[in-house]
């Protein structure tokens, strides 16, 4: 049987309830099985990480202007005002015009959120492109290992050694940052869901 997450159980993890709970768990509760996300171990993982990327359930949108974005042409901002346009929005703050274009596509309308970023700031949005993210990068299959086992992950070009939080916190983040928060959501979401 699936497990359900409840806005009680978020804020259980955040450490206080926030005004998006409700329909963060509704949407948790509806994508998130459909992507094969749906047993304790996986959610907390993901829940972790969406914790640690929403301020704490706070926002959909990335508090940062996204100027820092501008020219990423990694990301796929090549004209001018995409870092801006094209900050990190949803649960897993996706960013980037590439990433903006490839959601599109999924949808089957190419430039739905090219033409509207903001779309990924409602919740059945930014549950749902966090799920794609962790489709298409396997993330289900990191999730599931042990949290003792060490898993290779290449790194600034360089393969590393890392535990499976470390694994999915890189993937989504690109590096460290914020790990130790991740790994204690990720703990705190342990002690919630299992």
Not at 11 to 21: E, H, N, S, V
Request: with cysteine.
């Amino acid at each position: 049987m699936p497990c359900v997450i409840t806005p009680e159980q978020l804020a259980a993890i955040a450490g206080k309830a926030t005004p998006l709970m409700v329909e963060l768990a509704q949407w948790l509760n509806t994508t998130c099985p459909s992507y094969d996300i749906d047993t304790p171990q996986e959610y907390c993982h993901f829940l972790a990480q969406a914790c640690h990327e929403s301020d704490h359930f706070k926002t959909l949108r990335e508090y940062a202007s996204g100027r820092a974005y501008e020219g990423r042409s990694d990301l796929g901002n090549t004209q001018p005002g995409d870092g801006v346009r094209f900050k990190g929005r949803g649960i897993f703050q996706t960013t980037g015009r590439a990433n903006y274009l490839q959601l599109g596509l999924k949808q089957g309308h190419r430039d739905l959120f090219i033409n509207s970023p903001a779309l990924l700031e409602q919740p059945e949005y930014a549950v749902w492109s966090a799920c794609e993210f962790w489709r298409t990068r396997g993330l289900n299959d990191v999730a599931n290992h042990a949290d003792g086992d060490l898993l290779k992950k290449k790194y600034r070009r360089k393969i590393i050694d890392v535990s499976p939080v470390e694994f999915i916190s890189i993937t989504i983040n690109g590096g460290y940052r914020g790990m130790a928060e991740r790994k204690k959501y990720y703990a705190l979401a342990q002690g919630v869901l299992n």
